[in-house]
């Protein structure tokens, strides 16, 4: 029991449906839906007869998902395979412009400051890149050195509007 309970801690930081996660969901499930059962034989309640059908229902739909997971699993490794012969083909006779940004030997290597360095040379000879940073789209224009100030609409810059005529009207009210 000790090894299935760290076995369960564990699952629950490894990545996908572990054989174990899914026994204990499971064991779980059943558990409520017995206990659904034996409360609709003590109540007569159609209370526990939605509860059981909502239950049932995302007990299924988790194990539909886990299955579907594992053959996208499956799917995925096959077809890495396929994909790892064809990257080794290519490790043995790579093309000479495709050698990695930054580096002089032709790792794969790529990092912020590649990026950016590759970024600034590039709107230097006047290509405009792919993808843009927030920093380069977030920028004030040059051409507006000086503050602005934003107009506001209701010409108070309080965002409170009072007349004299309505502290009038208060008065008035006050003196009856």
Do not use: C
Request: proline share 4%.
């Amino acid at each position: 029991m000790g090894s299935f309970v760290e076995d369960l801690w564990s699952s629950i930081f490894t990545a996908g449906p572990t054989p174990t996660l899914l026994l204990a969901t499971n064991v779980s499930f059943a558990a409520l839906q017995t206990l659904f059962f034996v409360l609709l034989l003590a109540t007569y309640s159609v209370h526990f007869i939605v509860l059981s059908a909502l239950s049932g229902s995302l007990w299924y739909s988790i194990n539909w998902f886990a299955r579907e997971l594992k053959q996208a699993q499956a799917q995925a490794a096959a077809q890495g395979t396929h994909s790892e012969e064809v990257s080794a083909e290519q490790r043995r006779s790579p093309r000479p412009d495709l050698k990695a940004r930054g580096t002089p030997d032709g790792a794969d290597s790529e990092t912020e400051t590649e990026s950016l360095v590759d970024h600034k040379n590039a709107t230097a000879i006047g290509l405009t890149p792919q993808s843009t940073t927030a920093s380069a789209t977030l920028q004030v224009p040059e051409s507006m050195s000086g503050v602005r100030k934003r107009l506001s609409v209701s010409g108070d810059s309080s965002g409170y509007t009072s007349t004299d005529s309505e502290w009038e009207k208060v008065d008035d009210n006050n003196g009856n």
